[in-house]
């Protein structure tokens, strides 16, 4: 897939019923003077604002309406998700919003919503008070978690006739964030890249086992946000409760000689390497066939070093693939990451204080630096949902490749003997 990036960009509007639904004829207009492609979804009030009729001939596409009816545009939603590259919502009321953030899908657009895997926008319209509301603003957080952009509204005078935020941003403010959004959804298109994830389990016994805290969902986030990017994605996940993203292949595993043994051999085909996961360092020496038994006292359990990963891959890797590499660390962050950074010949490293609640293993959130190789400062990334922080990583990953091998270079390279 490479020359995505002159292709044009795909985008779905929803249009739910608000009075700014009359800006989404103007967006449209604008998306394709930009040169984007657009499919129109209108919910069934917001055709009492702008008809189907206006979208659709400013689309020069069908616009859907109504699930139920063919004659409206109606076509097949999970066909519709793999066109779609964003998912832009203008205006989106309360309503709408709230449908998205709790997985309702009872018309065309939160239908379509529900089966959409790639870049969100909303542009939020609606009166102060609901904007304002404990409900609408938690709605927003959960879609902001997961990655959508939130185009925040406008303040000032409100066709109800107050005045505050709530009115919908100008459709130009909108068209610059969804053209964003699309360039984001295609930056790893024609890329393949590896993703670890969770920890790893090394044997004591037939019961037992020597693990860590890690619950993989940082590893995960990753892997579903490099797939929203165009990648091929390659998960090789330790033992985790986490069910995989659609669309990337998950190799399973259980110690850490088997996760050395799965990364080696995707390495060759890979374009990186994002190592998220948190395998054992220490395994027990010996593995014992039968069952500890307290009757036997306390045992003797002897530890050993697990392969180190990282470095089997910095002696295998060429020159275009990028290496991404994790540090959880309990004191001088910065100092021992930028350590770790050198040692294991990484491109990128990011480091967190898992010292710190809240963030790191085990929960939904992180706050991290980023460290990249020939850069004297680390960047932070503030505290967010674990979706949030990889689509930065993925960021600095995405321009590392194009520094690296441009896509069409790497194309050439992926289909070269």
């Given at each position: 897939m490479s020359g995505g990036a002159s292709r044009a960009p795909r985008v779905l509007l929803g249009v739910s019923g608000g009075i700014a639904a009359y800006k989404a004829a103007e967006l449209v207009r604008l998306l394709i003077e930009k040169g984007a492609a657009v499919r129109v979804l209108m919910t069934p009030a917001a055709q009492r604002f702008i008809t189907p009729l206006t979208l659709s001939v400013l689309s020069k596409s069908p616009v859907v309406a109504d699930l139920w009816d063919p004659a409206s545009g109606a076509v097949d939603h999970i066909e519709l998700a793999r066109w779609g590259e964003v998912l832009a919502v203008a205006p989106a009321t309360a309503d709408v919003l709230a449908k998205m953030a709790r997985g309702i899908g009872d018309e065309a657009l939160s239908t379509y919503a529900l089966a959409h895997r790639r870049a969100i926008v909303v542009a939020p319209a609606m009166n102060t008070w609901m904007w304002a509301h404990p409900a609408?603003?938690?709605?927003?957080r959960i879609l902001r978690g997961r990655g959508a952009v939130v185009v925040e509204p406008d303040s000032g005078d409100l066709a109800c006739g107050d005045v505050g935020p709530?009115?919908?941003?100008?459709?130009?403010?909108?068209?610059?964030?969804?053209?964003?959004?699309?360039?984001?959804?295609?930056?790893?298109?024609?890329?393949?890249?590896?993703?670890?994830?969770?920890?790893?389990?090394?044997?004591?016994?037939?019961?037992?086992?020597?693990?860590?805290?890690?619950?993989?969902?940082?590893?995960?986030?990753?892997?579903?946000?490099?797939?929203?990017?165009?990648?091929?994605?390659?998960?090789?996940?330790?033992?985790?409760?986490?069910?995989?993203?659609?669309?990337?292949?998950?190799?399973?595993?259980?110690?850490?000689?088997?996760?050395?043994?799965?990364?080696?051999?995707e390495l060759p085909s890979s374009d990186a390497r994002v190592m998220?996961?948190?395998?054992?360092?220490?395994?027990?020496?010996?593995?014992?066939?039968?069952?500890?038994?307290?009757?036997?006292?306390?045992?003797?359990?002897?530890?050993?070093?697990?392969?180190?990963?990282?470095?089997?891959?910095?002696?295998?890797?060429?020159?275009?693939?990028?290496?991404?590499?994790?540090?959880?660390?309990?004191?001088?962050?910065?100092?021992?990451?930028?350590?770790k950074?050198?040692?294991?010949?990484?491109?990128?490293?990011?480091?967190?204080?898992?010292s710190r609640s809240g963030i790191g293993f085990d929960s939904e959130e992180n706050e991290v630096l980023l460290l990249a190789a020939g850069?004297?400062?680390?960047?932070?990334?503030?505290?967010?949902?674990?979706?949030?922080?990889?689509?930065?990583?993925?960021?600095?990953?995405?321009?590392?490749?194009?520094?690296?091998?441009?896509?069409?270079?790497?194309?050439?390279?992926?289909?070269t003997p």
């Open positions: 609408t603003q938690e709605n927003l709530g009115r919908m941003a100008s459709p130009a403010r909108v068209a610059e964030a969804v053209l964003g959004a699309a360039r984001v959804s295609r930056s790893l298109a024609g890329r393949r890249v590896v993703v670890t994830a969770g920890p790893t389990r090394e044997p004591i016994d037939p019961v037992r086992f020597l693990t860590n805290r890690s619950s993989g969902r940082m590893g995960y986030a990753l892997a579903r946000e490099a797939e929203k990017r165009g990648a091929e994605v390659v998960l090789v996940s330790g033992p985790v409760a986490i069910d995989p993203p659609p669309n990337v292949r998950l190799v399973k595993v259980d110690r850490t000689a088997e996760m050395l043994e799965a990364v080696l051999a998220a996961a948190a395998p054992a360092d220490f395994p027990a020496e010996t593995f014992t066939p039968r069952t500890l038994k307290r009757a036997g006292g306390v045992p003797e359990i002897r530890l050993a070093l697990a392969p180190d990963i990282l470095a089997a891959v910095r002696q295998v890797r060429t020159s275009r693939q990028v290496v991404v590499a994790f540090a959880a660390e309990t004191d001088d962050l910065a100092g021992n990451a930028r350590r950074l050198l040692d294991k010949g990484a491109d990128l490293l990011v480091a967190n204080d898992v850069e004297s400062d680390p960047v932070p990334v503030p505290r967010a949902a674990k979706a949030v922080v990889a689509a930065r990583i993925l960021e600095r990953l995405a321009a590392l490749l194009d520094e690296r091998c441009p896509p069409a270079a790497a194309a050439h390279a992926a289909t």
